[in-house]
T-cell receptor, first 113, second 110 residues
């Protein structure tokens, strides 16, 4: 079974721009969660989607948004990028009813200059 | 937020058992403990979870104390590929997301 895939793997953007990251979950998994990982703050939860509905949201500004499609694929968007948004963005999927047994993708490394 | 305490780092000789402790004294009676690991430059990997009984799978064993205030993840025969940061966590309450602390950096030494 194919794992979680994330595209792109690496991205360089300029302050003020916006970016969209994509995540394809494991087949059959309906829940997708997004995390931001930085050396200083560690692994921080952004949001979780289940059946196209946001189920949980972390403590991030409104510039961070996401959505989930009917095929469970998910995207997250960051608008008006700041230098501090440079991070590894990780997506994780899980089966219905097993929300905490999460399977992570390799992440997207975003660098904001 | 869920509070877990783990040693920041540990070393283990290759081929020996690695025993990684975690304190979760504020866990409630029906909350499972989850363990993940993150190998450098990769996404975290789910290892195992448990409630009160000891659990074992192909990757590791999980020993949870009877009072559920702490647990130990055991890698029975550590290899160099087990070098990673290991996270112990549990969902704070209800349908809320997992919180990951700083974890334990395990170095397996040849």
């Amino acid at each position: 079974k194919a794992g979680v895939t994330q595209t792109p793997r690496y991205l360089i953007k300029t302050r003020g721009q916006q970016v969209t990251l994509s995540c394809s979950p494991i087949s059959g998994h309906r829940s997708v969660s997004w995390y931001q990982q930085t050396p200083g703050q560690g692994l921080q939860f952004l949001f979780e989607y289940f059946s196209e509905t946001q189920r949980n949201k972390g403590n991030f500004p409104g510039r961070f948004s996401g959505r989930q499609f009917s095929n469970s694929r998910s995207e997250m968007n960051v608008s008006t990028l700041e230098l501090g948004d440079s991070a590894l963005y990780l997506c994780a999927s899980s089966k219905a009813g097993q929300a905490y047994e999460q399977y992570f993708g390799p992440g997207t490394r975003l660098t904001v200059t | 937020d869920a509070k877990t305490t783990q040693p920041p780092s540990m070393d283990c000789a290759e081929g020996r058992a690695a025993n990684l402790p975690c304190n979760h004294s504020t866990i409630s009676g029906n909350e499972y403990v989850y363990w993940y690991r993150q190998i450098h430059s990769q996404g975290p990997q789910y290892i195992i979870h448990g409630l009160k009984n000891n659990e074992t799978n192909e990757m590791a064993s999980l020993i949870i104390t009877e009072d559920r205030k702490s647990s130990t993840l055991i890698l029975p025969h550590a290899t160099l590929r087990d070098t990673a940061v290991y996270y112990c966590t549990y969902p704070p309450s209800g349908n809320t997301p997992l919180v990951f602390g700083k974890g334990t950096r395990l170095s397996v030494i040849a």
